[in-house]
Nanobody, 115 residues
Framework: QLQLVESGGGLVQAGGSLRLSCAASGGVFGLNTMGWYRQAPGKQRELVARITTGGTTTYADSVKGRFTISRDNAKNLVYLQMNSLKPEDTAVYYC?????????WGQGTQVTVSS
């Protein structure tokens, strides 16, 4: 069973930076696209960024130019570098991965940006 564990969340002031990490383990053969979603209180979960095994990336318009997603295929890790953070980036950030036809989710990590 594939497991995803996020780390790197926390409290930061507006304009600051954070780097989220997500480690995949327990059956990673066939791992495909990995990514990050977020969910703010009272809002729906939304895509932040995703990256294929070949390195093709997709970003939400709201984070383009500020966030960068990357991955280490050998170590089954995916990262989200978040710069120029804004209070509206405050949310629980979830790592996600597709393996064959199934989607897996991490437990989430809180990111809070103070104004």
């Amino acid at each position: 069973q594939l497991q995803l564990v996020e780390s790197g969340g926390g409290l930061v002031q507006a304009g600051g930076s954070l780097r989220l990490s997500c480690a995949a383990s327990g059956g990673v053969f066939g791992l495909n696209t990995m990514g990050w979603y977020r969910q703010a209180p009272g809002k729906q979960r939304e895509l932040v960024a995703r990256i294929t095994t070949g390195g093709t990336t997709t970003y939400a318009d709201s984070v383009k130019g500020r966030f960068t997603i990357s991955r280490d295929n050998a170590k089954n890790l995916v990262y989200l570098q978040m710069n120029s953070l804004k209070p509206e980036d405050t949310a629980v950030y979830y790592c996600t991965a597709r393996r064959w036809l199934a989607d897996y989710w991490g437990q989430g990590t809180q990111v809070t940006v103070s104004s």
